[in-house]
């Protein structure tokens, strides 16, 4: 697989994704439903949005790499919170290394969203290619 990072402008290296990623070659793709802070008994967590995106990223990586992919494979990651300034004020100490521990260069979207499922606050929709 070949795979390359789009960014035109330079304010792009501050915003911890990618204009567009290219793919080449690739032998699979893998869609991931939006993940969230749900754990193996189907229980929604009820905790702060910073704590439920860790056990978001948990399962997200949990999810990939237990269907043959790679982290670092994410070319599109998409990000709906129930509130984008919570987000930014306290959860990207915790996206930011996510991304960087697994060198992901993502194309991304942050969508505040009115709710989501019973009580969670931020949910991880991701595109793996192989």
Not at 33 to 45: H, L, R, W, Y
Not at 54 to 81: D, F
Not at 104 to 115: F, M, R, S, Y
Request: hydrophobic share 35%; glycine share 6%.
């Amino acid at each position: 697989m070949q795979k390359r990072s789009i960014d035109p402008w330079a304010w792009g290296k501050n915003t911890n994704s990618v204009q567009a990623v290219e793919v080449k070659q690739s032998e699979g793709t893998l869609y991931c439903s939006g993940q969230v802070a749900i754990d193996e008994n189907g229980v929604p967590s009820s905790a702060d949005m910073r704590s439920q995106l860790i056990q978001t990223i948990t399962n997200l990586e949990q999810l990939i790499t237990e269907s043959g992919y790679e982290c670092k494979n994410i070319v599109r990651l998409n990000v709906y919170t129930t509130n984008t300034n919570e987000f930014f004020t306290t959860c990207m100490d915790v996206y930011v290394p996510f991304l960087a521990k697994h060198g992901i260069q993502q194309a991304t979207t942050l969508l505040e969203v009115k709710g989501l499922f019973a009580t969670l606050t931020v949910e991880l929709e991701a595109t793996v290619v192989k």
